[in-house]
């Protein structure tokens, strides 16, 4: 069911303009009005859901069931070196709309608009504390 003044909600009801790259009775797909990279596309379940947090299986399942046929539409439109996907949850994590939506980022070049920034701390860990912190989220299960 539509979400009150979700702005993705109102982009599938056609209240709101979008691009249409895809569209089926669970899954939405469009332009990111933003284009970090050329091609860049939301995936998004019909499903109003908040992020991945509130998503019940089923709409999870559906929407990454569609993921790959979307991604390799890009990729023989366009032809990018390669893809990333992402999904931002909450404030903090960069969630700025609050419908889940995935981003398709097609990759071009080093310098083509996205890149990650992410610190690695490989050596700041034992196997000893994988295992303690593996140990703590399967026991959050
Ligand atoms: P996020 O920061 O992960 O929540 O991503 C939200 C994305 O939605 C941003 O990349 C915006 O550029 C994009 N966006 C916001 N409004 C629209 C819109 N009306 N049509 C298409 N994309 C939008
Ligand atoms: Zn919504």
Redesign the pocket.
């Known amino acids: 069911m539509a979400h009150e003044d979700c702005?993705f909600c109102k982009?599938i009801d056609g209240e709101?303009p979008?691009a249409k790259v895809y569209e089926d009775e669970a899954v939405y797909a469009?332009?990111?009005?933003?284009q970090?990279t050329k091609g860049h596309t939301?995936v998004i379940p019909k499903t109003h859901t908040k992020n991945i947090y509130e998503t019940p299986p089923e709409v999870a399942s559906k929407l990454f069931e569609r993921i790959p046929t979307i991604a390799n539409a890009i990729k023989k439109a366009y032809q990018p070196a390669g893809m990333n996907l992402?999904?931002?949850n909450e404030k903090l994590a960069?969630?700025?709309?609050f419908h889940l939506?995935i981003?398709l980022l097609p990759r071009y070049g080093e310098d083509d608009g996205f890149s990650f920034n992410w610190q690695v701390h490989t050596d700041d860990y034992s196997q000893d504390d994988l295992q303690q912190i593996a140990k703590e989220i399967n026991e959050a299960f």
């Open positions: 702005i982009i709101l979008s469009f332009l990111d009005i933003s970090v939301l992402l999904n931002n960069d969630q700025s709309v939506h981003h």
